[in-house]
C-alpha cells in the first residue's frame, strides 16, 4: 500500500466549476501537510499547507481529518490557469517529503 | 531572496556510466534534499544533508551518493547508472530548523539513461 493515495484523475472540468481532490496517507505518525501543484515539466510548487482546522487561501480550500487519515482540496470557480498536477504530500517529522502520485486537472474554456 | 537553482537542466547519459547532478539552496536554507520523479510518479525521497551530513535517506541503493558544501550547496552523484535512473532529479532546500518544516524545489535535472 502506497504511504500517500491519491486519485490519478484526470479531472476535466469546465471554467467556472468547482472541483475537490482527496487523499488518504496512511502513517499516523505524519506531522505536516500540504499540497503541492506541479505545471507540466516543471517542479513541484507549494499550494498551500493544510491544518487540522481547516484553511482557505483564496478559491482553494484544504481540510484535514486526522482521525481518517484524509486530506481534501477544493477549488472553487476553476480557472484554465488552474490547470496542473495537484500533489498531496505529507512529513512524518523525518523532514523527508512523502508525495502522491498526483491527481491531474484539466480546466476548459 | 534568491531560490533554488540547479544544475545541468537536461543531460543524456549511457548505462554504467556515472552522473553529477548539482543544486544551490536557497538563500538562508542550511538543509537540501534529492528526490527522483519518474515519468507520472510522485517524487521520492533519495536523502538529505544538513550540516554537511546525511540526514535521513529514502529506499535508494548506495549508487546514489551526495555531498554536501559548507555553503549549503549539494551534489548528487549515481553511479553505474540504470535505464531506470532516466528521471526528472529534484533538489529542495528547507528553512532552519523552528520554521515550517516544508521544502522548495528547484527546476530539476531531466536525466535520459540510453
Known amino acids: 500500500r502506497k504511504e500517500v493515495e491519491q486519485d490519478p484523475g484526470p479531472f476535466n472540468v469546465p471554467e467556472g466549476a468547482t472541483v475537490a481532490f482527496n487523499c488518504t496517507y496512511s502513517n499516523s505518525a505524519s506531522q505536516s501537510f500540504f499540497w503541492y501543484r506541479q505545471d507540466c515539466r516543471k517542479e513541484p510548487k507549494l499550494l498551500m499547507s493544510?491544518?487540522?482546522s481547516g484553511n482557505e487561501d483564496g478559491r482553494f480550500t484544504a481540510q484535514l481529518n486526522r482521525a481518517s487519515q484524509y486530506i481534501s482540496l477544493l477549488i472553487r470557480d476553476s480557472k484554465l490557469s488552474d490547470s496542473a498536477t495537484y500533489l498531496c504530500v505529507v512529513n512524518t517529522g523525518r523532514r523527508a517529503l512523502t508525495f502522491g502520485s498526483g491527481t491531474r486537472l484539466q480546466v476548459q474554456p | 531572496e534568491t531560490g533554488v537553482t540547479q544544475s545541468p537542466t537536461h543531460l543524456i547519459k549511457t548505462r554504467g556510466q556515472q552522473v553529477t547532478l548539482r543544486c544551490s539552496s536557497q538563500s538562508g536554507h542550511n538543509t537540501v534534499s534529492w528526490y527522483q520523479q519518474a515519468l507520472g510518479q510522485g517524487p521520492q525521497f533519495i536523502f538529505q544533508?544538513?550540516?554537511?551530513?546525511?540526514?535521513g535517506r529514502g529506499n535508494f541503493p548506495p549508487r546514489f551518493s551526495g555531498l554536501q558544501f559548507p555553503n549549503y550547496s549539494s551534489e548528487l552523484n549515481v553511479n553505474a547508472l540504470e535505464l531506470d535512473d532516466s528521471a526528472l532529479y529534484l533538489c529542495?532546500?528547507?528553512?532552519?530548523?523552528?520554521?515550517?518544516?516544508?521544502?522548495?524545489f528547484g527546476p530539476g535535472t531531466r536525466l535520459l539513461v540510453l
Open positions: 493544510v491544518y487540522s
Open positions: 544533508y544538513y550540516r554537511e551530513e546525511e540526514n
Open positions: 529542495a532546500s528547507s528553512p532552519p530548523a523552528g520554521e515550517v518544516e516544508t521544502q522548495y
